[in-house]
């Protein structure tokens, strides 16, 4: 186990649906992420929070919602997906989001849109 | 030009043999290179962390950074089955972090 823990491991969900991830990290880390997975693609950063605050955005479609309410919970609200959303969605956690700190990935949860 | 390349394979090859992965990157600025493996159903977890030109040795495994060529390495010696997973590199910079694309590797017994 890395310390990131992730839940559901899977759903399955349609167009109109609306759900939520949830990522929680037991390693004291301020610093937490979620990336999006496809195959034959590179890892894509979505959000990072450090300490609470989002620090970044990628350009993410708003019906991805990141909530981080401590430093220890990270949630991806999901509303009105499309089919391309599916995917592997990982959430990982660092010391805090400078360079060099080491990540820590979770599972993560593998999304289906249908 | 990608921030970073790494050949996505799949690549096979016999167990026992020796493994090479690699990823070139653009940024001179970044400083950080680490090697994370990946099973199939699973998060990717870190197997070598580097940041400065040269050679790094953990067991089988040897991580070796050249930052004048913008090239990083990950040997794999005396391969086993259970070495067969997707291995990315992640390349980061002060500010800035990319993945490679992942390289899936078998070792077929």
């Known amino acids: 186990e890395t310390g990131v823990t992730q839940t559901p491991r899977h759903l399955v969900m349609g167009m109109t649906n609306k759900k939520s991830l949830k990522c929680e990290q037991h390693?004291?880390?301020?610093?937490m992420y979620w990336y999006k997975q496809s195959a034959k693609k590179p890892l894509e950063l979505m959000f990072v929070y450090n300490f609470k605050e989002q620090t970044e955005n990628n350009s993410v479609p708003s019906r991805f919602s990141p909530e981080c309410p401590n430093s220890s919970h990270l949630f991806l609200h999901l509303h009105t997906l499309q089919p391309e959303d599916s995917a592997l969605y990982l959430c990982?956690?660092?010391?805090?989001?400078?360079?060099?700190?080491?990540?820590?990935f979770g599972a993560g949860t593998r999304l289906s849109v249908l | 030009q990608k921030e970073v390349e790494q050949d996505p394979g799949p690549l096979s090859v016999p167990e026992g043999a020796i493994v090479s992965l690699n990823c070139t990157y653009s940024n001179s600025a970044f400083q950080y290179f680490m090697w994370y493996r990946q099973y199939s159903r699973k998060g990717p977890e870190l197997l070598m962390y580097?940041?400065?030109?040269g050679n790094k040795e953990d067991g089988r495994f040897t991580a070796q950074v050249d930052k004048s060529s913008k090239y990083i390495s990950l040997f794999i010696r005396d391969s086993q089955p259970s070495d067969s997973a997707t291995y990315l590199c992640i390349i980061q910079g002060a500010q800035k972090l990319v993945f490679g694309q992942g390289t899936r590797l078998t070792i077929n017994p």
């Open positions: 990982a956690s660092s010391q805090d989001s400078r360079g060099g700190n080491i990540q820590y």
């Open positions: 390693l004291g880390h301020n610093a």
């Open positions: 580097t940041y400065s030109s």
